[in-house]
């Protein structure tokens, strides 16, 4: 299911420098098309004027040009906008644009927030999500990971600084590909955005956790705990038998420690299932072992045919009070654009359904 394209959009620069040299011509024409590809943003091989029109033709003829379609956008400038977009064989993915930043980051409030999808559904099953309510269909490629930000850019005529990897698909499952994409979006040959303003949220997959800290980038992590003992967190999650929590722990604790960075765990509050005291008590000695640990709750944004509920306010701020008299530095996030089911997966299903 993961047959690599041979698009040039899912090769970095020097991979495209070999590719060349293979094709008979000088290294420096990867520099020529990448400044097409991503600083110009050109949508056809056929438009880069300074390439000898023999290799464009070769282009043409051999490899594909990845475009995403733009089926539907909710939503309006300066609110939460949602993008669906259709890929090459059919399948529907989208992505999220964030006026304001997400409570998460809690720093200036002028930047842009994309919110991308890795994987066309998600194997993983956890029972309130709509992305893996129908299953995993596959990978994305790096070219339709990136091209998420450019075509959003494009469609939204907006600067994005900000990524998270919250949207449909399991970042961490599609691990060499997001890193590919990572590099195109990171490098200066590429999109030039800075490794401090990308984020992956993963529901958990420890091992790959390791790997990523052991790779250089400075990309920020967020869990997805939802639960803070086995016992709760496995009613929701099935990952959690595979990697149970201390597992998942160990391994934040082993990138917080090399990474010297802060872990930011997501909490979804579901009524009846995590939201009570007792369990605020155990999230707080949960992150408390994990140094600089931040928590952002969340509010369960209603799925339907799901039937899980979000607890009522003062519930939430139940929660939230015995999190701060634990001094655990916590946040909640009450969602912006639940109207337009901007939770991961929605507006897919809406659209597959009709
Ligand atoms: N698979 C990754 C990234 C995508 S999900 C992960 O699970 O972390 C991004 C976040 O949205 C996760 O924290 C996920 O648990 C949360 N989420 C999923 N469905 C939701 C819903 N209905 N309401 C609120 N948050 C939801
Ligand atoms: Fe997949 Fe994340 Fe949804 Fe779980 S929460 S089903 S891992 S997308």
């Keep these: 299911m993961n047959t690599p394209s041979p698009a040039l959009q899912n090769l970095t620069l020097p991979e495209l420098e070999q ?9 420096y024409r990867g520099g020529q098309v990448m400044r097409w590809l991503y600083g110009k943003r050109t949508e056809s091989y056929e438009k880069m004027s300074d390439l000898p029109a023999a290799l464009r033709a070769r282009f043409i003829a051999e490899f594909p040009f990845v ?7 909710l939503g309006s400038k300066d609110t939460t906008r949602k993008f669906l977009f259709r890929l090459p064989d059919g399948a529907l993915i989208e992505s999220v644009l964030i006026p304001a930043s997400p409570a998460l980051y809690g720093e200036a409030s002028d930047r842009r927030t994309i919110c991308m999808s890795t994987q066309v559904g998600c194997a993983y099953g956890c029972k ?30 907006e600067k994005i600084n900000n990524i ?11 691990f060499a590909n997001l890193m590919k994409a990572i590099e195109i979006i990171n490098s200066d040959w590429g ?8 984020t992956i949220s993963t529901s958990g997959l420890a091992p790959q956790i390791r790997q990523l800290a052991d790779q250089p980038k ?4 967020a869990i997805s705990l939802h639960g803070a003992t086995d016992e709760v967190r496995q009613q929701i999650m099935p990952v959690n038998r595979k990697y149970p929590l201390a597992e998942l722990m160990s391994a934040c604790s082993y990138y917080t420690t090399k990474k010297k960075q802060r872990i930011t765990f997501e909490y979804i509050l579901i009524k009846g299932i995590n939201d009570e005291p007792a369990h605020a008590a155990d999230l707080a000695r949960l992150v408390k072992n994990i140094g600089g640990a931040k928590v952002n709750c969340i509010p369960y944004n209603k799925v339907e045919g799901l039937q899980w509920d979000r607890p009522d306010e003062a519930r939430q701020d139940a929660f939230m009070a015995v999190l701060d008299k634990a001094r655990v530095l916590a946040t909640i996030r009450r969602e912006k654009g639940h109207d337009i089911a901007a939770a991961c997966g929605q507006l897919r299903r809406q659209t597959m359904q009709k």
Excluded: T, Y
């Design 164 to 174: 998270v990897f919250m949207g449909m698909g399991e970042p961490l499952a599609n």
């Design 191 to 198: 999109l030039g955005l800075g490794a401090r303003h990308i």
């Design 218 to 221: 400075q990309i920020r992590l």
């Design 128 to 157: 309130f999500c709509a992305s893996g309510l129908d299953g995993w269909s596959r990978n994305l490629s790096a070219a339709e990971i990136a091209g998420q930000f450019i075509e959003v850019e494009r469609i939204a005529d």
């Design 67 to 73: 475009r995403l379609e733009n089926v539907r956008v």
């Design 19 to 27: 590719r060349l040299v293979e094709l008979g011509e000088p290294k």
